[in-house]
């Protein structure tokens, strides 16, 4: 091999100092953001950057190369791996980190992707490679992708040094995805992080204030944004911000105080943030609506106007003005407003609605319909591309669409009125306004400028209005069609152009920053406290510049989404924001001169648009400061999917390279494996090399880079092996000293088990009958069934059983649980209540879109026993009303077979909800009480004694339920939980907590629907969650039945009748809808089984990854179940052993750490039935050692890791002992297999 052709480089042309070497050693990923490449002052470091990117990359190169020539030359080794030249894989990772550094993140996402392809077994291992690779797909705001990266790292690396990022960022992503008690969290965990941030902890608390905001809580956001004004050293464009939402805040909430003094207040705020930030556009809208909403026209035009100037003229502002027009009668002038909202924003219903209100009140009913039809399209497309930008789900309500409920009214009088009548034709009767059609195609600003001409006649305005109009339309008509004008008759949409077949040009970047001016933009944000004025002032309009850079990049995208959205329709090419640039307030003339008195026919009120408050400092941290934003901005959704499925990227970036650097593509395999001494062999073998002279350098293959790599395993101690066969001594001994560092697994399973993952399901394909199998069902005829060994086992076997007549086989007294009974005895305990839409059991339409979905809505609220049956009573009568009256119609109602006294079976909720006919009702509401807490022994006496006749497995205590050895109340779990339904009433899909198995006896009189899934399943279930957007853990929802057996999942479904006891299996999932007025009560139980356990324990890692609190305190019940039980089923030993041993070594290694950092210990022990702790901060369960601080005049226990992040040194904490470690050591070693007695099912014993 020659080095004649193309490439003339070659490693060893790279040369590269010790001192150099060292500085690229310490790079990775958790330099990002604190590393600026591009500032003036780390030129060199990027210089070295770019260089060992070089190095890299043609380190792959030449191994290529070399693999080519060896396949060539020994032809027969070709199909043997052994012979493959491999890369090692971390090379990858350290390619990724340098793009990331170098703001290059398509090739950083690139480089990790191949990292992830080759290490897919492992990749976890690598804290810094999930950082970057979380880091990345949050750049390209891949929220789903982003989370879970995230999710794996602090579960395998807790101490991470840049933890306080994860959580910002994983709080910012789930406030987007409108999951708020995940995202406050994650915020509030990120706050209290005294580790170094990139983000300012009064930016975080901006966060929080803005949360409270977006979920309505209008006084708590008040109180923070209030709290944070007070903070002197807060920056002025987030005192911008603060003054901005606070204005808004008191321009919409009733609950801020009469109208006559919060809009003042609004204004004031409003001027505040004015004053803060004068570039900001939207805090001119806003300021407009505040005018326009008490009456201050003149006021409001102005604002509107200055917004528009400031180039944000957004679609809401000219909606706005577009209304102030129409208020004052000014139609011409409001049609063109509506115009121009509409053609920036298609799916602007607002401006659509009310355009069709101006239209009709000018008598042109037909523009009228077209332009309601385009309002109800653009809202229920514009959910579909919110849902689609966000990747969730946005659960949008009526009012803050801004949907006007008559509008479907409108249209359907409309439609029938318009059907027989002829379309208006040139010929027809002179109209007020021009069409739709017209004033679409129409340019507008010729029409405008003419009026304007006619009212002025002024020279100045005359060349201002021809810039005005030559910046409106670049210099033609507006592209793309107009908007369809539908049919009435439903005839096939009019079109009036040929669809033009190519995408919209990209809009040109007006506002693009060069790289310098963002380099200087970067300068300024890092050192905005030391400023000077002027500084200050080209900061504040570089950052203006930069959101307008991004709005315009939003839009752009959301345009470009939009056209996918709706392939029929292209979306008007709109170039950018910049068309009123130089143009005067004067331009058009304040709508002050009022001709005539115009007002909609009906008195429909107009709309005003629900402006999309994004605070602008969320763009800041969401979008970090890139140095090439145009590039890496444009990456499309699409792309992203491509990029995402893994498919085509791991050949990109070699391909490329091999392109660069004119060598043949090749065919490129990874070996997968390598020992480990090979690879340091060459390692030592690249080092002496790599500024030895040239020698064949083409031959010297390198696998590594030159520099140390930091091994993912070299931080590690050389893996220990510990066994459960050990003695408690043994394995104190053997971690000793690992605890120093503070780097302490949280796994329950092992230090190399991978984070945990949601199983894949069975594989074997289900047949339609398999696909809903029967249900395991027993009849129950005497007691003596009830407590046969057989019931048990049968339950333990399925998923889930349905035992029937268990009631009256034992002689249960229902009626101890009846509405009647429980007013009689507790009118006043407290009930929570789900306010619920009534639906067909299964089906879950969505309200708005007409469509099926798993998001089921749940309300809660709270009531009382005596309120809620007074509900549950008159709902009941309601329907026995409703019932009459159809049979006085005639009509007979089949289903309401008459049983004993109560005529209610009825399949009330088989009718179709309304909102499924298309119509617009309100869909019916009902409210489920749920949650009752029967666990007051002296208030509920008679009712939990009635339940000790059941037998031992079902029982809420007993010896062989693990619930009952957690030694304290676990409020729903171990205690009994009473539900008050009315026909409909959900219980959403659910596991148990912690996968435990439970019990549900239905009191009646009505029936229970339910759906049940095998456990192995769940992992489908929960990706399919993911699909519709929704958080399995987190979020309620109702599958979709087409949608499980599409996905081969199998469902059983049956009734539960009066008096029937439904068991429900460890893990499986189920959901629950009442069929007819019914009360139910339900309880956990654990069977003292090694499914059981291990389940648990999965359920325990899979919350702990999830961020979700496990409501079983696992290490404490086993810690207990070791002291109170004897195992001989070697399997639920093994599993418990190792927990045990899993937490012993952590107690051992975290009071190591403690010690280390000096701090004392006290002994504190344990109280009687004293309850488990869990951590005050991340909510996870707290063993043994507790770290207190007192907060707010609580004291707070902390988890190590929460304590270390607050206080490094642990200083300001008290740390607790509640066992001592001689007596969990002799615990643990007493805890053993006991040998099986008998052959029962009973494999355990209880002392
Ligand atoms: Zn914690």
């Given at each position: 091999m020659n080095k004649s052709n193309s490439c003339t480089e070659d490693l060893d042309d790279i040369s590269m100092t010790a001192q150099e070497l060292h500085i690229l050693s310490e790079l990775?990923?958790?330099?990002?953001?604190?590393?600026?490449?591009?500032l003036p002052e780390n030129e060199k470091k990027r210089e070295l950057v770019l260089k060992a990117v070089k190095y890299l990359q043609l380190m792959v190169v030449q191994a290529r190369r070399q693999q080519k020539v060896q396949d060539e030359n020994e032809p027969n080794n070709f199909q043997q791996n052994s012979k493959k030249i491999s890369i090692d894989p971390k090379t990858w990772v350290k390619l990724g980190h340098f793009h990331l550094l170098l703001e290059e993140y398509r090739k950083a996402l690139s480089a990790y992707q191949m990292f992830y392809k080759i290490q897919a077994e492992n990749h976890w291992m690598d804290p810094t490679f999930l950082y970057g690779l979380g880091l990345v797909y949050f750049h390209f705001n891949a929220f789903q992708w982003a989370v879970k990266a995230f999710q794996q790292l602090l579960y395998v690396s807790p101490s991470f040094q840049r933890a306080n990022e994860v959580h910002l960022r994983l709080g910012l992503m789930f406030k987007a995805t409108q999951e708020y008690e995940s995202a406050l969290k994650h915020l509030q965990l990120a706050l209290v992080d005294n580790s170094p941030c990139t983000t300012p902890k009064s930016i975080i608390k901006f966060h929080i204030a803005h949360l409270f905001e977006v979920q309505g809580k209008v006084k708590g956001a008040k109180d923070r944004y209030e709290l944070l004004l007070r903070d002197k050293s807060i920056t002025q464009s987030l005192r911008a911000d603060i003054f901005r939402q606070l204005g808004w805040l008191y321009h919409c909430h009733d609950s801020l105080g009469d109208k006559n003094q919060r809009i003042p207040l609004a204004i004031h705020c409003l001027q505040r943030a004015h004053d803060a930030d004068q570039f900001s556009g939207q805090t001119l809208y806003l300021l407009g609506r505040c005018y326009a909403s008490i009456g201050k026209v003149h006021d409001a035009f102005i604002a509107y106007r200055n917004s528009v100037e400031k180039s944000e003229g957004n679609a809401d502002t000219w909606c706005s003005i577009g209304v102030l027009y129409q208020q004052q009668s000014q139609p011409m002038d409001a049609l063109q407003a509506y115009i121009c909202a509409v053609q920036l924003d298609k799916c602007h219903s607002a401006a659509w609605a009310n355009l069709g209100i101006l239209y009709e009140s000018c008598g042109q009913a037909r523009d009228a319909y077209a332009c309601y039809l385009n309002s109800s399209r653009g809202l229920s497309n514009r959910s579909s591309e919110d849902s689609f930008l966000s990747s969730k789900l946005p659960r949008l309500n009526l009012s803050s669409v801004g949907m006007n409920p008559h509008l479907l009214q409108r249209i359907n009088f409309l439609q029938s009125n318009l059907a027989n009548a002829p379309m208006p034709s040139a010929t027809s009767q002179r109209r007020q306004l021009l069409s739709i059609e017209e004033a679409w195609n129409l340019p507008i600003s010729a029409e405008m400028s003419s009026r304007q001409q006619q009212q002025t006649g002024s020279q100045q305005t005359k060349s201002n209005t021809q810039s005005y109009q030559k910046n409106f339309n670049q210099g033609s008509t507006p592209q793309g069609p107009p908007p369809p004008y539908p049919s009435p008759s439903g005839a096939p949409v009019k079109q009036f152009k040929p669809e033009p077949e190519q995408k919209p040009t990209p809009p040109q970047h007006s506002f693009t920053l060069s790289p310098q001016q963002l380099q200087l933009l970067n300068y300024f944000q890092q050192n905005v406290n030391n400023l000077t004025p002027a500084q200050e002032n080209m900061r504040l309009q570089l950052q203006h510049q930069h959101r307008l850079m991004q709005q315009q990049q939003q839009l752009r995208q959301r345009q470009t989404v939009a056209a996918h959205a709706r392939p029929g329709s292209t979306p008007p090419t709109y170039n950018g924001n910049s068309h009123f640039q130089g143009q005067s307030p004067q331009d058009v003339t304040p709508p002050l001169n009022i001709t005539k008195n115009m007002s909609s026919p009906n008195g429909d009120k107009l709309l005003q648009p629900s402006p999309n408050l994004i605070p602008s400092c969320t763009r800041d941290i969401t979008m970090p400061l890139s140095g090439q934003p145009s590039t890496d901005m444009d990456v499309s959704e699409e792309e992203l999917k491509d990029f995402l499925s893994q498919k085509d990227l791991t050949t990109t970036l070699a391909e490329n390279l091999l392109k660069h650097f004119g060598s043949d593509a090749i065919d490129i395999k990874e070996e997968q494996d390598q020992s480990d001494s090979g690879v340091s062999k060459q390692d030592v073998d690249s080092k002496k090399r790599i500024k030895s002279p040239k020698q064949d350098s083409i031959l010297t293959i390198k696998s590594e880079p030159p520099w140390e790599v930091d091994s993912m395993h070299s931080d590690k101690r050389p893996e220990v092996e510990y066994s459960i066969e050990m003695e408690a001594k043994t394995i104190l001994r053997l971690c000793k000293g690992e605890g120093i560092k503070g780097e302490i697994s949280n796994s329950l399973i092992s230090d190399r088990a991978p984070p945990p993952s949601p199983p894949d399901p069975p594989t074997i394909k289900l047949n339609p009958q398999q696909l809903l199998p029967p249900t395991p069902s027993v009849y129950l005829d005497n007691k003596k069934h009830a407590f046969s060994p057989q019931l048990q086992e049968f339950c333990l076997k399925h998923p889930i059983a349905v035992i029937r007549g268990l009631a009256s086989a034992l002689k249960l007294d229902l009626g101890l649980f009846s509405t009647k009974t429980l007013v009689e005895a507790n009118p006043d305990h407290s009930v929570e209540v789900r306010t619920q839409i009534q639906q067909p059991s299964d089906e879950n339409w969505d309200?708005?879109?007409?469509k099926k979905v798993w998001a089921c809505i749940s309300h809660r609220s709270h009531t009382t026993i005596a309120r809620y049956a007074q509900y549950q009573a008159s709902s009941f009568k309601e329907s026995l009303k409703e019932e009459r009256d159809k049979a006085a119609s005639g009509l007979s109602d089949s289903d309401s077979k008459d049983s004993a006294n109560f005529p209610k079976r009825r399949r009330l909720c088989n009718i179709p909800p309304s909102l499924n006919t298309k119509g617009c009702n309100q869909p019916k509401m009902l409210k489920f009480g749920t949650n009752v807490d029967l666990s007051d022994e002296k208030k509920w006496k008679a009712q939990l004694q009635e339940l000790m006749k059941l037998p031992a497995f079902a029982r809420v205590v007993s010896a062989g339920n693990m619930l009952s050895h957690v030694g304290h109340v676990i409020l729903g779990m171990n205690t009994v939980q009473l539900y008050m339904k009315v026909p409909g009433s959900r219980t959403p899909g659910h596991q148990e907590n912690n996968n435990f198995c439970s019990i549900n006896i239905n009191i009646g009189p009505g029936d229970c629907e339910w759906f049940a899934v095998p456990d192995a399943y769940w992992g489908a279930i929960c990706a399919l969650c993911e699909k519709n957007q929704i958080n399995y853990l987190h979020g309620s929802w109702w599958p979709v039945l087409d949608d499980l057996f599409a996905a081969n999942i199998p469902v059983y479904r049956f009734n539960q009748r009066p008096g029937d006891l439904v068991w429900v299996n460890a893990g499986c999932v189920h959901w629950v809808q009442a069929v007819g007025w019914c009360n139910n009560i339900a309880w956990n139980v654990g069977p003292l089984t090694a499914r059981q356990y291990q389940l648990a324990i999965e359920r325990y890692e899979w919350n702990k990854l999830q961020s979700f609190k496990s409501i079983v305190p696992m290490l404490h019940l086993s810690w207990n179940l070791s002291r109170n039980i004897k195992v001989s089923d070697p399997k639920l030993f093994h599993l418990i052993k190792n927990c045990l041993m899993r937490t012993l070594r952590q107690c051992s290694m975290i009071l190591e750490f403690v010690k280390h950092k000096g701090v004392e210990v006290k002994f504190h022990g344990r109280g009687k039935n004293e309850a488990s702790h869990y951590c005050g901060q991340c909510e996870i369960e707290v063993f043994n050692i507790l770290f207190i601080r007192e907060q707010e005049k609580r004291h707070v226990v902390h988890c190590m890791e929460c304590a270390r992040k607050q206080s490094p040194n642990l200083e300001g904490f008290v740390c607790l002992e509640e066992y001592k470690m001689e007596e969990l050591m002799e615990v643990y070693d007493n805890f053993s297999l006991y040998p099986t007695i008998s052959a029962t099912a009973e494999q355990y014993r209880l002392m």
């Open positions: 990775d990923s958790r330099q990002y953001g604190y590393l600026l490449l591009h309200p708005q879109s007409g």
